[in-house]
């Protein structure tokens, strides 16, 4: 986002969160799956990136939109994250100042959180790792901007491209992030378990020797490719 936000100055307390277990759940699965399950999931654009040795986040968001480069609602933020949550800053993507270092990311591990995904630049990254504290973000920078605001606590924010509501569920790992809306959580929990099953089938079939092409019906897919457009091969 920009330096505006209709919400700005606006700190939600009351959010919902999804079922513990649902979160659970998903956290089984990674996110190429997630991904890969046709439900309505957000696929988070390249470039925010794990910067800890830590990557596996599954939990529902507590999101934070700032002015690029401002500090005062990140200073907020510890206060409304509970046990399990993710903190998702929308910083707009830039990287020339840093929002969040170990100190509040410190706090943020105190209160339960388990991971921070920032749209923007992070800094004190050892310290990040030592806390324990899984990151992702865009890059790192020594120096913060200002502190003066405007920002906003729990409202509708964008990451890398995706829309994420508070209470939705952020997924990431060492190939990428993708945000899991609340509402539709069961059925992406249910069509990720049919992905799931279908690879272990597909695992199961390469076992006792088929090839993949075999397993995936490749051949008889290029044949009716081809087929359908003898002119494809150009």
């Not at 696929?43 to 925010?48: L, N, T």
């Amino acid at each position: 986002m920009s330096r505006w936000h209709p919400d700005q100055w606006l700190i939600e307390h009351d959010v919902p969160r999804p079922p513990a277990e649902l979160v659970r759940e998903l956290a089984r699965y990674p996110t190429t799956q997630i991904a890969d399950s046709g439900a309505p999931v957000g696929v988070v654009g390249p470039g925010i990136t794990a910067l800890t040795s830590a990557t596996e986040i599954c939990g529902p968001a507590v999101t934070l939109w700032t002015k690029p480069g401002d500090i005062l609602f990140v200073l907020k933020s510890p206060d409304l994250v509970g046990a399990g949550d993710v903190v998702v800053i929308d910083g707009g993507g830039h990287t020339d100042a840093a929002l969040i270092g170990d100190i509040i990311g410190g706090a943020i591990r105190a209160r339960g959180g388990v991971g921070l995904v920032v749209d923007g630049a992070v800094r004190d990254l050892d310290g990040l790792r030592e806390v324990g504290l899984p990151t992702f973000a865009r890059g790192t920078h020594p120096a913060t901007r200002s502190n003066e605001g405007p920002g906003a606590l729990n409202v509708v924010v964008q990451l890398g491209g995706v829309v994420v509501a508070p209470g939705d569920i952020i997924r990431a790992d060492s190939s990428g992030i993708v945000v899991v809306p609340a509402r539709h959580a069961a059925v992406v929990l249910e069509r990720t378990r049919a992905v799931a099953e279908k690879e272990e089938g597909w695992r199961r079939e390469m076992a006792g020797g088929a090839s993949i092409a075999q397993v995936l019906g490749i051949d008889a897919r290029i044949a009716e490719l081809g087929g359908a457009d003898p002119d494809a091969a150009g």
